[in-house]
Every structure is written in structure tokens, then in C-alpha cells.
Antibody, heavy 122, light 107 residues
């Protein structure tokens, strides 16, 4: 079964850092691009970042560029999101998701994790 | 950044009725548009990609159409389990963006 499992969410103070992980199973990890999408409480979906299957190409929303870093370890089948300089407005459930076909972003995200909660508050 | 505007914000229909959800882009996204369903407390689920291609295991009552700036998700005969929020998402250009969502309520 194809699965994604996020972890690492926590309560953190403004200005703090956190690293999220997304462990994958059931598919050839290195062949698929992955993405992070977040959802603030009671709000809609907000795309955060994406990374190609090789890890050679990364993409960011303007709201997180320079503060968040996406990476992956294909030997461990794991995706990461390093979040620095966190702000109150970064409070959200963070989902990782897999591209439907390889590195082709045009095919949407067919598998999603259950999400991990990040709360930024003093 | 491409802005996606979804309408209506809320749709209330009876089982068996046809639901028509709209997504309008601020500039052309060609056919690079996907639709997702999100039920309360769950992760989103891919319904449609490339504007009109149904994702794996998606029932035939869900269909997508459109290109350029105007897109439609149609649920041909509403089922009680279709209660959810539906989002469109464009992948024509970075950053990727989502619409604000349409909430489908069952009368």
C-alpha cells in the first residue's frame, strides 16, 4: 500500500525552528516528486514547497522562501521540511503529498499523508 | 501568481441532484488544473487532473471540463458521502495555487 506519514509537528515560539519529516512506503520513492501543502485552522489549502524526485529542483511559495528548506533522502525514503524563523501565521496542519506521475506536476497529487500540526505561539 | 476563484462558496443540494462547481483563473492555465475533495478531518483526495482526467478509483459521477481560465467540476448525481469541500489547483506556473474552496452540503 502506498503511504505517506508525517511527523515532527509541535508547539514552537515565534522565531523558532522545526523540522518536519514525511516517511514514504509502497512506491519507488526516488522516481516521484513530492510537495508540502498546509492548511491553517478553518482555512483552505495553501501550497508551500515542492521537490523533484532527484532532489535537484526545489520550489517555494513566496511566503516561505528564505525561511523554509525542502529536502529529501532517497536512501531513507523520507522527505523533510526545515522551517526557520517561524511566524504565528505559519500555524497549520502540514501535509506531504506525492505527484501522481514522476516529476510531472501537471498530474496533481494523488497520495497524501494524514498531516502533522505546527502551532507557532508565545 | 495565478489566483483561482471558486464559486459558489457553498452549494446545498438534495441527493440525486446535479452539482456544478466553478473555478476561474486570473490568467490562462491551459489544461493544468486539478480538483480535490476534502471531507471533514481528512486529507484531500485527488479527483480530477489535467482538467478532465479522473484519478484512479474515482467514481464516474465526478467529471471535469474546461480550459484556459474557466473550469467546471460536475457531480452528476449527488450522494450523501459527497458532503465535503472541493478545491481546484493550478500547475501551469510556480507558485502552485489553490482556489478558496466550495462547500457542498446535502439537504
Amino acid at each position: 500500500e502506498v503511504q505517506l506519514l508525517e511527523s515532527g509537528g509541535a508547539l514552537v515560539q515565534p522565531g523558532g525552528s522545526l523540522r518536519l519529516s514525511c516517511a514514504a512506503s509502497g512506491f519507488i520513492f526516488s522516481r516521484y516528486a513530492l510537495t508540502w501543502v498546509r492548511q491553517a485552522p478553518g482555512k483552505g489549502l495553501d501550497w508551500v514547497s515542492g521537490i523533484s524526485g532527484s532532489g535537484g529542483a526545489t520550489f517555494y511559495a513566496d511566503s516561505v522562501r528564505g525561511r523554509f528548506t525542502v529536502s529529501r533522502d532517497n536512501s531513507k525514503n523520507t522527505l523533510y521540511l526545515q522551517m526557520d524563523s517561524l511566524r504565528v501565521e505559519d500555524t497549520a496542519v502540514y501535509y506531504c503529498a506525492k505527484y501522481t506521475y514522476g516529476d510531472d506536476v501537471r498530474t496533481g497529487f494523488d497520495i497524501w499523508g494524514q498531516g502533522t500540526t505546527v502551532t507557532v505561539s508565545s | 501568481e495565478i489566483v483561482l476563484t471558486q464559486s459558489p462558496a457553498t452549494l446545498s443540494l438534495s441527493p440525486g441532484e446535479r452539482a456544478t462547481l466553478s473555478c476561474r483563473a486570473s490568467q490562462s492555465v491551459r489544461s493544468f488544473l486539478a480538483w480535490y475533495q476534502q471531507k471533514s478531518g481528512q486529507a484531500p483526495r485527488l479527483l480530477i487532473y489535467a482538467a478532465s482526467k479522473r484519478a484512479t478509483a474515482i467514481p464516474a459521477r465526478f467529471s471535469g471540463s474546461g480550459s484556459g481560465t474557466d473550469f467546471t467540476l460536475t457531480i452528476s448525481s449527488l450522494e450523501p458521502e459527497d458532503l465535503a469541500v472541493y478545491y481546484c489547483q493550478q500547475s501551469e506556473s510556480w507558485p502552485l495555487t489553490f482556489g478558496g474552496g466550495t462547500k457542498v452540503q446535502i439537504k
